[in-house]
Protein backbone atom coordinates (compact mmCIF):
# COMPACT_ATOMS: atom_id res chain seq x y z
CA UNK A 1 0.00 0.00 0.00
CA UNK A 2 1.25 3.80 -1.08
CA UNK A 3 1.13 5.82 2.12
CA UNK A 4 0.92 9.66 1.56
CA UNK A 5 -0.30 11.24 4.40
CA UNK A 6 -1.10 10.32 8.10
CA UNK A 7 -4.44 9.81 7.02
CA UNK A 8 -3.47 6.50 5.05
CA UNK A 9 -1.54 5.51 7.96
CA UNK A 10 -4.96 5.61 9.85
CA UNK A 11 -6.45 3.28 8.02
CA UNK A 12 -4.47 0.09 8.97
CA UNK A 13 -4.00 -1.23 12.56
CA UNK A 14 -0.98 -0.07 14.62
CA UNK A 15 2.24 -2.77 14.98
CA UNK A 16 4.02 -2.49 18.32
CA UNK A 17 7.33 -3.39 18.48
CA UNK A 18 8.76 -3.95 21.72
CA UNK A 19 11.86 -3.72 22.84
CA UNK A 20 12.74 -4.10 26.87
CA UNK A 21 15.41 -3.18 29.11
CA UNK A 22 17.69 -5.48 30.55
CA UNK A 23 17.34 -6.07 34.60
CA UNK A 24 19.48 -8.50 35.25
CA UNK A 25 19.91 -12.39 34.36
CA UNK A 26 18.25 -12.61 31.13
CA UNK A 27 15.37 -10.60 32.46
CA UNK A 28 13.65 -7.53 31.24
CA UNK A 29 10.97 -5.05 30.99
CA UNK A 30 9.53 -2.15 28.66
CA UNK A 31 7.11 0.70 29.02
CA UNK A 32 4.99 3.33 27.44
CA UNK A 33 2.47 5.06 26.17
CA UNK A 34 0.74 5.02 23.19
CA UNK A 35 -1.83 7.94 22.01
CA UNK A 36 -4.00 7.47 18.87
CA UNK A 37 -5.90 11.19 17.87
CA UNK A 38 -7.43 11.74 14.85
CA UNK A 39 -4.99 14.12 13.87
CA UNK A 40 -7.23 16.42 12.73
CA UNK A 41 -8.75 17.97 15.69
CA UNK A 42 -7.04 20.77 17.56
CA UNK A 43 -8.83 20.04 20.78
CA UNK A 44 -8.09 16.40 21.38
CA UNK A 45 -10.05 16.11 24.61
CA UNK A 46 -12.28 13.20 24.79
CA UNK A 47 -11.04 12.81 20.88
CA UNK A 48 -8.58 10.63 21.51
CA UNK A 49 -7.55 6.94 23.05
CA UNK A 50 -4.61 6.71 25.38
CA UNK A 51 -3.30 2.96 26.08
CA UNK A 52 -0.57 2.12 28.51
CA UNK A 53 1.95 -0.74 27.96
CA UNK A 54 4.00 -2.74 29.85
CA UNK A 55 6.32 -6.07 28.92
CA UNK A 56 8.23 -8.04 31.35
CA UNK A 57 10.52 -11.36 30.71
CA UNK A 58 10.68 -12.71 33.82
CA UNK A 59 13.11 -15.60 32.86
CA UNK A 60 10.38 -18.29 32.21
CA UNK A 61 7.37 -16.07 29.67
CA UNK A 62 6.78 -13.07 28.58
CA UNK A 63 3.43 -10.73 30.12
CA UNK A 64 2.36 -7.99 27.72
CA UNK A 65 -0.19 -5.43 29.07
CA UNK A 66 -2.10 -2.97 27.64
CA UNK A 67 -4.61 -0.23 29.51
CA UNK A 68 -6.89 1.82 28.45
CA UNK A 69 -6.23 5.34 30.22
CA UNK A 70 -8.16 7.72 28.19
CA UNK A 71 -11.37 7.33 26.56
CA UNK A 72 -12.40 8.96 23.03
CA UNK A 73 -15.77 9.62 24.48
CA UNK A 74 -16.45 11.89 21.57
CA UNK A 75 -15.75 8.76 19.25
CA UNK A 76 -18.10 6.53 20.30
CA UNK A 77 -18.73 3.66 17.87
CA UNK A 78 -22.21 2.14 18.44
CA UNK A 79 -21.72 -0.21 15.69
CA UNK A 80 -18.55 -1.81 17.76
CA UNK A 81 -19.48 -0.63 20.89
CA UNK A 82 -16.31 0.67 21.65
CA UNK A 83 -14.58 4.12 22.16
CA UNK A 84 -12.94 4.32 18.63
CA UNK A 85 -10.72 7.37 16.79
CA UNK A 86 -9.84 5.28 13.43
CA UNK A 87 -8.01 1.65 12.51
CA UNK A 88 -5.11 2.38 14.53
CA UNK A 89 -7.16 1.85 17.51
CA UNK A 90 -6.47 -2.13 16.31
CA UNK A 91 -3.74 -4.00 16.93
CA UNK A 92 -2.02 -5.18 13.44
CA UNK A 93 1.29 -7.16 15.21
CA UNK A 94 3.17 -7.37 18.14
CA UNK A 95 7.17 -8.05 17.52
CA UNK A 96 9.31 -8.40 20.84
CA UNK A 97 13.17 -7.92 20.15
CA UNK A 98 15.74 -9.45 22.18
CA UNK A 99 17.90 -6.59 22.41
CA UNK A 100 20.95 -8.36 23.81
CA UNK A 101 21.24 -10.72 20.74
CA UNK A 102 20.77 -7.61 18.42
CA UNK A 103 23.54 -5.67 20.52
CA UNK A 104 21.27 -3.07 21.15
CA UNK A 105 20.74 -3.28 24.98
Same mark, same amino acid.
Given at each position: ?? %? ?9 ? *? ?7 ? @? ?15 ? *? ?11 ? *? ?9 ? *?? %? ?17 ? @? ?20
Amino acid at each position: MN %FNTSVDLQKLP *VDFHIMGSP @VGDGTWFAQGRYINDDG *VSLNIDKNYNSYS *VYAQYDGTQIT *VR %FGLDAKATNKFDSQKNCYY @VNENDNLGSLSIYNTKNLKID
